[in-house]
């Protein structure tokens, strides 16, 4: 069984592949570790352990839809049954996905979801629910992740990406072109709010021809 990355972490290789109903308990966990490792110097405890509570956890859509991938560290010198990965021996070191939906954010316990789908020709493509683990935190995986949503949703005919992103996640995504268009406030259930960022960014070039159909289930 694939498992969450322990706070000791070895040299490994990095493989992406979809996430499946099975991976979903180590996401949460895996959820719960980012949010309150990493988000700590721009959120207050009480707005981390709200959040866990209304709109962060897993979005069981994005998994059916094939459209959630997962970072998995296989440590070096591990053995391999198959040339790409074994899995068995790997760890999962963080998530993102991307959306064909209208859900800007927000896991499965959110009650804002709207699960309609875009129109590729007028809407952006939504950039979803990405956490890396603390023990994994500004080594690449993060943009890692991104770079492959934005190809399955190019090749999906988007020209345009969307999303909520914590004031964390707006550093990565400011590196990386997005723009902020306006402030949000998510009402958490303990009274709190959680203010996030509603970034953009648009496709240039010619689509690409890769999609996240090319990361196998396992």
Not at 124 to 136: M, S
């Amino acid at each position: 069984m694939v498992a969450l990355c322990s706070e000791t972490v070895l040299q490994a290789n990095i493989h992406l592949r979809l996430a499946i109903p099975g991976d979903i308990s180590v996401l949460q966990a895996l959820i719960a570790a980012s949010v309150r490792g990493l988000q700590a110097q721009d959120y207050t405890p009480a707005q981390i352990e709200g959040a866990l509570k209304t709109v962060f956890g897993v979005d069981s859509q994005l998994i059916a839809d094939g459209t959630y991938l997962v970072a998995e560290a296989v440590p070096s010198g591990s053995e391999s049954h198959e040339p790409e990965y074994d899995g068995a021996a790997s760890l999962i070191a963080g998530c993102g996905g991307w959306s064909k939906r209208k859900t800007l954010y927000g896991g499965d316990r959110w009650t804002g979801r709207e699960d309609e789908l875009l129109d590729p020709l007028h809407d952006a493509a939504k950039i979803r629910a990405f956490f890396i683990h603390p023990a994994w935190a500004r080594q690449g995986i993060g943009g890692m992740i991104l770079e492959a949503c934005e190809s399955a949703a190019r090749a999906a005919g988007f020209t345009r990406y969307e999303m909520g992103a914590t004031l964390t996640g707006a550093k990565l995504f400011g590196v990386k072109g997005y723009v902020a268009v306006k402030p949000i406030s998510i009402p958490l259930m303990n009274g709190e709010v959680l203010p996030v960022i509603h970034m953009e960014k648009r496709v240039s070039g010619t689509p690409l021809d890769s999609d996240t159909r090319r990361f196998r289930r396992v």
